[in-house]
């Protein structure tokens, strides 16, 4: 495994990260061996949030480390907060001070833990005021309740808003980057171009996160679209599938090693998120970081997945 020193702790974080998620329905023992898996192959890092399963990802995780004493010290923690979900499914974001107090104490109690290794505010609310956010932050990391603080699906703009009155590091920011999803380097191969491929969407947020020295952390880096499915495997990649498999063949790992290997590619302090509920995918997602793809290869899976360079 490779890691990152993360934040102003300068902790150690493995680039691959096990996104949890997607474990509302498995048991305590099914949670406790995947994050064995992980563990034993070196992943030391686990991202959750307060919205997933509306506490319940929370709860079971600290269900896992009250099963297992001490497991808690041998993990870098990460959890989110700032998405509201109402009991009839309205959602909204809110990164009042108020909110984020509460917020980040109810997953600390659902999580049975004193502190999170790592917090995001998990989508911008467009109606935040950065001097009340940089209040929430502030007390929450003096109370040593939150040791570093990020952000995820961040624009520059707002993140330059919140860091200029924001009296804490952010450490992070949590974006979507798979082999399938690049319409942030869309847009940089496109610029200026007449075509739809050149609209910047993200107003340029990589480079900005890479220039800041930021971690740059990718959530669903299997997916294509919004949760649209794993594009490994799928009839709508025949090309991107193909080329994986080959250089998979070449670096003796399997397709989903050689994805995350793309991901973690790019030239910044990069972690790739996994939310897999399997162990045997785990181990396979580790082995991504035994190798490094030539800057052709990177560009082939590009191109692979549909995309077309000017
Ligand atoms: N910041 C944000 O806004 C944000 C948003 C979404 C997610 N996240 C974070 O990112 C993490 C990962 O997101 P994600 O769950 O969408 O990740 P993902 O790894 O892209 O997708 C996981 C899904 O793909 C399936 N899958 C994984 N590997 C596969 C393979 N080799 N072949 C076929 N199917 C495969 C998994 O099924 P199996 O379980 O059967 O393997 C699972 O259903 C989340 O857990 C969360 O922590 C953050």
Redesign the pocket.
Known sequence: MRYIEFGEQKAKASEV???????KEMSVPEVTELIEAALDEGINAL???DV?GRGTCETILGEVFAANPGLRDRVFLQS?VG?RKEPDGFTWYDFSKEHIIEAVDAGLARMGVDHVDSM?L??PDVLMEPDEVGEALETLKDQGKVLDWGV??LNPAMLGRLERRVPVKLATN???L?CAFTPAFNGAFNVNMENDAAIMRDGGIFECCEDRGMVI???????YGY?E??F???PKYPELNAKLEELAEKYGV???AV?LAWVLRYPAKMQA??????PS?VR??ARACDFELTRKEWYEIYCSAGNVLP
């Open positions: 990260m096990i996104g949890l998620m997607r474990i991202d959750i949030a997933y989110k998405i995001l998990h989508r995820s699906n949590q974006m979507q798979s952390q990718a959530w669903s880096t299997m997916q949760f499915g794993a490994l495997g799928s399997t397709p989903m994805a998120v996994i939310g897999t509920t399997k995918r396979e997602a």
